[in-house]
Nanobody, 121 residues
């Protein structure tokens, strides 16, 4: 059983910062990709940032220059540091992981329960 647990969301003023965490636990053999998605009110879920095994990262244009994604491989924990927050960053932020639970199985996709980020104007 694999669990992803997000934390760090909350209410912040425009221009403020937040650090989101996503801890993966359970029977994990290898994490291939971890990513942050967000779903603003009334809109579709969108990719915010991703980190690939080996260290490559990518960001949505809307957060480039304001977000930093990182991964602590020893702790199976991913972080998202977001600065200069804007009201349009308001959303539920979800953690996503593509991982293998054993050497004999291919990768599967797992999601966290989400954490609310609200940026007040």
């Amino acid at each position: 059983q694999v669990q992803l647990v997000e934390s760090g969301g909350g209410l912040v003023q425009t221009g403020g910062s937040l650090r989101l965490s996503c801890a993966a636990s359970g029977s994990i053999f290898e994490i291939n990709v971890m990513a942050w998605y967000r779903q603003p009110p009334g809109k579709q879920r969108e990719l915010v940032a991703m980190v690939i095994r080996g260290g490559s990262v990518d960001y949505a244009d809307s957060v480039k220059g304001r977000a930093t994604i990182s991964m602590d491989n020893a702790k199976n924990t991913m972080y998202l540091q977001m600065n200069s927050l804007k009201p349009e960053d308001t959303a539920v932020y979800y953690c996503d992981a593509t991982l293998r639970v054993s050497a004999f199985r291919g990768p599967s996709d797992y999601w966290g329960q989400g954490t609310q980020v609200t940026v007040s104007s």
